[in-house]
């Protein structure tokens, strides 16, 4: 039995240094939780400045193979970011039959199946709590404390940077461009926002959720992805006046008939529900399960010190197991081939906001154009003219995604329409 735990960290940055941190002060609670203590020996890490900083407690290297090939170091931890070189990192750590801790979505997202093989076939641990949500513990969850439940749905708020964005422009009611731009000089977003509005970040994600959840593979391809860079002031408002809120919402549902469907887009969801009530950079992640029925994790999904909570969390796990020669206990959870639901098969209520020419029997040739492709309506409500036209804000039943697409296709070639404005998705038991 081994009598320390050594680790390998790759990449001391900003999460990497809050590892640094946590492990550094918390040592003595580790070492009775582990039961020996857990160190980390070997830093790799190309900033010369940062070496020069670190060097006086830990040997810094730029050279991979000093850590791969140190027979001491049972545990690597790759926190560079990105897919590359991180995946070939982890990929050669693994076979090289060290545990491996990451907390990179990019790579699992899309290399998950391959590093989870080589894991099983050297038989060790690869985790990943860190991935999704930051600090909010949720692949634990699912794979151990619910894994005897058949879960029914994922739903998450698990992009900060756009739950900040539509908090600001609801409370305050601003503009995106304006909120945007506060994002950026505060750091929420990047200087190249586009992962993050545009869904990219959420999908990838959603999709390692969905994976875990269902127990067959999701990989970033099978998203259906819908960004927030074309929701306005305006449909925030209108939401407000209809009892809902939009939020940047990553769906994966489980449907008997039509299979796993996976999903990144606006939504707009109850105020009553749960997760309507997240705000500003938190994430949280509602999952239904038939045994348990409905719970929700939620927290900081991002930032330093939460991100390497999570980490240090899998460093813990991993070391526990290597205290009882036990890794490798959970392997990939991806046993099945289940059918993914295409998004046309794919059912929701709609909000809809069109432009039409003030004139009789308009809303009557609205709803027939609805009505020719089965698309029940709720709500048409006439808002105040914009630019000499009637705003029309039109609420659905449940529709899928094909026939909704039929309608707005009519909808187009109507005379009396100018414009079709928005279509959000819309989450309500009651409109099902």
């Not at 879960?151 to 945007?180: C, P, Q, R």
């Not at 939620?298 to 330093?304: K, P």
């Not at 980490?311 to 526990?320: E, H, L, P, S, T």
């Not at 959870?333 to 993914?340: A, G, I, N, P, Q």
Request: include cysteine; charged fraction near 25%.
């Amino acid at each position: 039995m081994k009598d320390t735990i050594n680790v390998g960290l790759l990449g001391a940055g900003t999460v990497g240094g809050g590892v640094l941190i946590v492990l550094e002060k918390n040592a003595e609670d580790i070492e009775k939780k582990v039961g020996v203590p857990v160190r980390i020996t070997k830093i790799l890490d190309n900033n010369a400045a940062l070496a020069s900083q670190l060097g006086d407690k830990y040997i810094v290297t730029n050279k991979l193979e000093d850590i791969l090939e140190d027979p001491n170091i049972d545990i690597v931890v790759e926190l560079i970011g990105r897919e590359h070189p991180a995946k070939e990192f982890i990929a050669e750590a693994l076979k090289h039959k060290k545990n491996v801790v990451t907390a990179n979505k990019d790579v699992l997202a899309k290399y998950g199946k391959e590093l989870f093989e080589l894991a099983e076939e050297n038989n060790v641990d690869f985790m990943f709590e860190a991935a999704v949500g930051g600090g909010i513990p949720i692949i634990r969850p699912l794979k151990s404390c619910l894994a005897a439940n058949k879960i029914k749905s994922i739903m998450g708020i698990v992009n900060g940077t756009t739950n900040y964005m539509l908090t600001k422009m609801s409370a305050e009611h601003l503009d995106f461009n304006d909120v945007l731009r506060e994002a950026q000089e505060k750091g929420y977003a990047e200087s190249d926002p586009t992962a993050d509005i545009g869904g990219l970040d959420a999908a990838r994600k959603i999709a390692i959720l969905a994976s875990i959840a269902f127990n067959t593979r999701v990989c970033l391809d099978d998203v259906y992805i819908e960004g927030i860079e074309n929701i306005t002031l305006r449909d925030i408002e209108y939401a407000k006046e209809l009892g809902y809120v939009v939020k940047l919402l990553a769906i994966a549902k489980r449907d008997d008939v039509n299979g796993i469907s996976v999903r990144v887009h606006p939504t707009m969801l109850p105020i009553h529900h749960p997760l309507a009530n997240v705000n500003d950079v938190y994430n949280a992640i509602f999952v239904t399960g038939d045994a348990v029925g409905d719970t929700m994790f939620l927290g900081r999904g991002a930032g330093r010190m939460p991100t390497a909570s999570a980490v240090c969390g899998d460093i813990i796990d991993v070391a526990r197991n290597l205290r009882h020669n036990a890794t490798g206990r959970i392997s990939c959870t991806c046993f099945d081939e289940k059918h993914l639901c295409s998004i046309e098969n794919i059912s929701s209520p709609c909000y809809i906001r069109l432009h039409v020419h003030d004139k009789p029997g308009v809303l009557a040739g609205i709803a027939a154009a609805f009505g020719a492709q089965n698309v029940s309506l709720k709500n048409v409500v006439q808002k105040a003219k914009v630019d000499g036209f009637s705003e029309l804000v039109v609420i659905t039943y449940d529709v899928s995604e094909f026939n909704l697409r039929m309608a707005l296709q009519t909808l187009r070639a109507l005379p009396i329409v100018e414009k079709i404005c928005s279509v959000i998705r819309v989450e309500d038991d009651n409109l099902d």
